[in-house]
């Protein structure tokens, strides 16, 4: 039960969603919902997963940038020079003439292409490719985290209501327990001070269902919160069967390699060895194609329509600064596959916790129901031995809590027996489905 309260607090503070006042209006609130359709609300309500796709659109857009630099760039020239001509003692024409004219404007096509940078245009798509997958798989494990904090919700909210049935079938029992020893006490067999203390176990009955009622409030408000529904009065359908066989351990482990988060920060470990060469691109020389078509030009120049020069760059001294970025980048490729290391640890971890915490669950499950047999068994045979004067009410009463906790217990085992089912399958994505 704790565990259920403390995931719940986590998903309503962590979770990037939120519930639109529309839904308490416009939209009649659902009758009824399963686990599956209230996680097809919360996908739609999630603005966590609108962010992560408007980043992985980014970084599609950052790819197509790099990639525009390896293309041609044609662009439009027009400059219109004007300069001091009173110093000018040259008369006459020629080159003088056309150097010291006031007026130069010029308007010309320009043409670039570059032909070498040292692959580093190249180096930067396989790094922006890499990112995105890695932001894809990211999207990925997102719907994993929504799927496990709308099923923290969804059964915490069955969990509180199956204690609540609980409870009121205990009520309806003390009742019961009230009007025999009330006949019991009119004919003489019964004291009065035992339908006083069954009639203190029924509001003491009546109080924990109250104290549920509210917590079951809480609860839908949290289920609300995560779909955008009014989720209030609407009946959960809880359609899980209750588990007893589990998969091998070692089959389940080694499903931490192919998580998604994991996936992803090796592709981050690509990415970030592609930035390797982007660095070492600051070494090698860059050559360009540059032309030029003019369409306006000084009367001096107008002979001459087009020009095209090829320009090289040799890199021969930068301070250190390319080597210093080329070790920066080998040091964050090292720090990129140590994150990639520890996910993978951590993955495993938390795989293995959910497959014990589930196990146990199980095995406690399997318990409690035995337990549970038994002392129903054990309340029905109390009432039948005190009408034949065998045991006292204390003894009847005490059969009735003790059947009452064994159920509770029960109840609760199931209910996190299935809720730790969906968290190992969250945990090692069986679920959600794509």
Not at 15 to 36: K, M, N
Not at 240 to 251: G, I, K, M, S, Y
Not at 420 to 431: A, I, P, Q, R
Request: with cysteine; net charge neutral; proline share 3%.
């Amino acid at each position: 039960m704790k565990r259920l309260l403390a995931a719940a607090a986590l998903a309503l503070l962590l979770t990037g969603v939120r519930v639109s006042a529309e839904y308490f209006g416009e939209a009649p609130p659902p009758e009824t919902a399963d686990l599956a359709q209230c996680y097809d609300w919360a996908k739609t309500q999630s603005e966590n997963l609108r962010v992560q796709e408007e980043q992985i659109y980014q970084l599609q857009q950052q790819y197509r940038q790099v990639l525009g630099t390896v293309l041609p760039n044609l662009s439009y020239n027009y400059s219109a020079k004007y300069q001091d001509t009173s110093g000018n003692q040259a008369s006459g024409g020629g080159v003088n003439s056309v150097v010291f004219q006031g007026s130069q404007p010029q308007a010309n096509f320009i043409l670039t292409q570059p032909i070498f940078t040292g692959f580093k245009e190249f180096a930067g798509m396989r790094a922006f490719k890499h990112e995105q997958k890695a932001g894809r798989l990211q999207l990925q494990h997102a719907y994993a985290s929504l799927y496990r904090d709308v099923s923290n919700a969804f059964y915490l909210t069955v969990n509180l209501e199956t204690q609540l049935g609980d409870i009121a079938s205990a009520i309806a029992m003390s009742a019961s327990r009230i009007k025999e020893l009330r006949a019991w006490v009119d004919l003489g067999k019964s004291r009065h001070s035992e339908v006083v203390l069954v009639e203190s176990q029924k509001a003491a009955y009546e109080a924990q269902a109250e104290a549920l009622r509210g917590q079951i409030d809480v609860a839908r408000e949290l289920i609300s919160f995560l779909t955008g529904k009014d989720m209030h009065h609407a009946r959960l359908l809880d359609q899980l069967p209750r588990t007893l066989d589990l998969d091998a351990e070692e089959l389940v482990l080694g499903r931490a390699v192919t998580r998604t988060d994991v996936r992803a920060l090796r592709e981050t470990v690509d990415a970030q060895e592609s930035l390797v060469t982007v660095s070492r691109a600051g070494w090698y020389p860059t050559a360009a194609f540059v032309g030029d078509y003019y369409n306006y030009r000084i009367s001096f120049y107008r002979p001459v329509h087009w020009d095209a020069a090829i320009n090289i760059n040799l890199p021969i001294f930068a301070g250190g600064a390319t080597v210093a970025g080329i070790r920066q980048a080998k040091s964050q490729v090292e720090q990129a596959w140590y994150n990639f290391e520890f996910g993978l640890r951590q993955a495993r971890s938390q795989i293995h916790s959910a497959y014990v915490t589930l196990r146990a669950a199980v095995a406690q499950s399997v318990a409690a129901e035995k337990s549970y047999r038994k002392a129903d068994e054990s309340y029905r045979l109390e009432q039948k031995e005190y009408r034949l004067g065998l045991v006292s009410n204390l003894d009847v009463l005490a059969a009735l809590n003790a059947a009452l906790n064994a159920k509770l217990i029960y109840d609760q085992t199931v209910v996190q027996s299935k809720l730790d089912l969906l968290l190992l399958k969250v945990s090692d994505e069986e679920l959600p489905l794509p």
